[in-house]
Nanobody, 123 residues
Framework: VQLQAYGGGLVQTGDSLRLSCAAS????????KGWFRQAPGKEREFVAG????????NYADSVKGRSTISRDNAKNMVYLQMNSLKPEDTAAYYC?????????????????WGQGTLVTVSS
């Protein structure tokens, strides 16, 4: 089983990015998925989560209103659209699959992880 996150890069303040995460080896259509991030010297933090069927989403306050999580179960993909990026969004972003069908905020309730894609926002 492998999760591959991609789409990060170096952008300027105010730009947008769309992160993608492809799962292979098994399907995760019954499980919630999430995005977390970790900045240098900081703990991993929840960014956004989406329920198994996409019917429920939640976001960290820091990205709410600027980000949209979505999923395509037919393609085994999850996405994170981030707009109006700020320097404080700079971090490695990780996709993950939850042990539950609805998203939770704790990283230890996710048991499959991608390798991370780096987002750097310059001021």
């Amino acid at each position: 089983v492998q999760l591959q996150a991609y789409g990060g890069g170096l952008v300027q303040t105010g730009d947008s990015l769309r992160l993608s995460c492809a799962a292979s080896g098994r399907t995760f259509s019954s499980y919630a998925k999430g995005w977390f991030r970790q900045a240098p010297g900081k703990e991993r933090e929840f960014v956004a989560g989406i329920s198994w069927n996409g019917g429920s989403t939640n976001y960290a306050d820091s990205v709410k209103g600027r980000s949209t999580i979505s999923r395509d179960n037919a393609k085994n993909m999850v996405y994170l659209q981030m707009n109006s990026l700020k320097p404080e969004d700079t971090a490695a972003y990780y996709c993950a699959v939850s042990v539950f069908s609805i998203p939770t905020l704790s990283w230890n309730e996710y048991d499959y992880w991608g390798q991370g894609t780096l987002v750097t926002v310059s001021s």
